[in-house]
């Protein structure tokens, strides 16, 4: 009942948050006297806090309408041009003129770990000036309904061959974080078929391939517990009124109390300055606050198969890399892979997927050429910073695009040839 006790607590504050919200407009009020007062300041912005921190935040929006390709800006159309029932695929199209050869498609796959593929708007928005871009969207478990069946990590293997097959020969795959495992799963099944659509390069950004190597906290709390604790303490049933009520779903809001908890410190002072610079009138730190928080806190549940075979294959019995992974029946042979070229990044400082994770990557793919093969560690970025920020932008966004480059299918090679490789501290070989 705990799922239904949340969402009844969160109705009941409902008119709470509606107060807070109305007595916050009239503070804010220009014709207010004490508006812009101390006491005035302090009193909308302890209401702003409450109503934030009470709110159910919806998912939230790329809200990317143009990028700038060749120096000059383009229009940007988000189109869907794949759906099942438990994800959509989004191409960014770009407004480009015909004439112009076309850069390389890449399909990024969005982690399906709690929060929505908008997580990913600061990698779109650097990848996209470069390349013909698509990303999965995946669907809140509990907006679906159980007439659609279930999803567990065989179809999530199966979707991702889906989309190669939609998108077309020649498209590189970017995984990040969760989605390194299936990622290299669907590569190692195309290849054992051998399927023409497999892609021409995959590259896999902080993810858990092997967990038995440098385990964090979030592993050592998986291999700590069997899959029956899992299914007893986690697991529930998505309540009334919701569209997929009755279906068993492992909560959004479970994965957000995890992830919080481990940073607890930090988010309890980021909500104190938040108050502080409203009572300021500080405006750009308090905006970027919202913009991060109405990301980081909009979350999705995940179906009940999907988590605890996901949590099973990849944390507790570590299938993939023993090589003892199976897709229908069928094992995954990552020793099929040769012809696909692979790139895998890493943060110095990430304490979800600890640094050798993927890396590992390489191990369990020998028969890919040294020349189709590179590793790179980011100094002095954690979990989040392997795909987003700063260095992302300027250290390894570069190398994704300078890979997939140099990498394409000679018949579908259209974009500009690769510069040639700095030599720089971060990269390594195998």
């Known amino acids: 009942m705990f799922y239904q006790l949340y969402e009844l607590n969160h109705a009941a504050m409902a008119p709470f948050r509606a107060a807070a919200d109305a007595m916050r407009f009239m503070s804010d009020n220009p014709m207010n006297p004490f508006a812009q007062t101390a006491l005035g300041r302090s009193m909308s912005a302890s209401l702003e806090v409450f109503e934030r921190m009470t709110r159910r935040y919806g998912k939230p929006s790329f809200n990317l309408p143009e990028t700038v390709v060749d120096g000059k800006p383009v229009m940007v159309t988000e189109e869907i041009v794949w759906a099942k029932?438990?994800?959509?695929?989004?191409?960014?199209?770009?407004?480009?003129?015909?004439?112009?050869?076309?850069?390389?498609?890449?399909?990024?796959?969005?982690?399906?770990?709690?929060?929505?593929?908008?997580?990913?708007?600061?990698?779109?928005?650097?990848?996209?000036?470069?390349?013909?871009?698509?990303?999965?969207?995946?669907?809140?478990?509990?907006?679906?309904?159980?007439?659609?069946?279930?999803?567990?990590?065989?179809?999530?293997?199966?979707?991702?061959?889906?989309?190669?097959?939609?998108?077309?020969?020649?498209?590189?795959?970017?995984?990040?974080?969760?989605?390194?495992?299936?990622?290299?799963?669907?590569?190692?099944?195309?290849?054992?078929?051998?399927?023409?659509m497999a892609p021409a390069s995959m590259t896999l950004m902080g993810g858990p391939i092997d967990t038995r190597s440098n385990p964090t906290a979030v592993?050592?709390?998986?291999?700590?517990?069997?899959?029956?604790?899992?299914?007893?303490?986690?697991?529930?049933?998505?309540?009334?009124?919701?569209?997929?009520?009755?279906?068993?779903?492992?909560?959004?809001?479970?994965?957000?109390?995890?992830?919080?908890?481990?940073?607890?410190?930090?988010?309890?002072?980021?909500?104190?300055?938040?108050?502080?610079?409203?009572?300021?009138?500080?405006?750009?730190?308090?905006?970027k606050h919202r913009e991060f928080y109405d990301e980081y806190l909009a979350v999705m549940d995940l179906t009940e198969e999907f988590y605890l075979q996901t949590v099973d294959a990849v944390f507790i019995r570590h299938s993939l890399p023993k090589g003892e992974m199976m897709h229908r029946a069928m094992p995954v042979d990552t020793k099929a892979i040769r012809s696909v070229a692979l790139l895998t990044v890493e943060g110095e400082n990430d304490d979800i997927s600890g640094v050798g994770q993927t890396k590992a990557a390489h191990t369990i793919c020998p028969n890919i050429p040294d020349d189709k093969r590179q590793h790179y560690m980011q100094p002095d970025v954690g979990h989040y910073g392997v795909f987003n920020g700063s260095r992302f932008r300027s250290e390894i966004a570069p190398r994704i695009i300078e890979f997939t480059r140099k990498h394409a299918i000679a018949d579908t090679k259209t974009a500009k040839p690769a510069s040639r490789k700095r030599n720089t501290k971060g990269d390594s070989p195998t």
């Open 219 to 287: 592993n050592k709390l998986a291999g700590d517990h069997p899959l029956e604790w899992f299914r007893d303490n986690v697991i529930m049933s998505v309540p009334f009124p919701q569209p997929g009520f009755m279906r068993r779903v492992y909560p959004g809001f479970l994965q957000l109390s995890g992830f919080m908890s481990m940073n607890l410190d930090r988010h309890v002072t980021a909500h104190k300055e938040f108050y502080e610079h409203l009572v300021k009138n500080d405006g750009e730190p308090a905006e």
């Open 85 to 196: 029932p438990f994800c959509n695929l989004l191409h960014f199209r770009r407004d480009l003129p015909a004439a112009r050869p076309a850069d390389q498609k890449i399909l990024l796959v969005a982690p399906m770990s709690g929060h929505y593929a908008t997580l990913l708007r600061g990698t779109v928005e650097a990848l996209l000036p470069h390349a013909d871009l698509y990303i999965t969207d995946w669907i809140d478990a509990r907006m679906v309904p159980v007439t659609e069946g279930s999803f567990d990590l065989d179809d999530y293997i199966d979707y991702l061959i889906e989309m190669l097959h939609q998108i077309g020969p020649g498209t590189h795959v970017v995984g990040v974080c969760q989605p390194s495992v299936p990622v290299l799963a669907a590569v190692a099944v195309m290849e054992t078929r051998c399927d023409r």
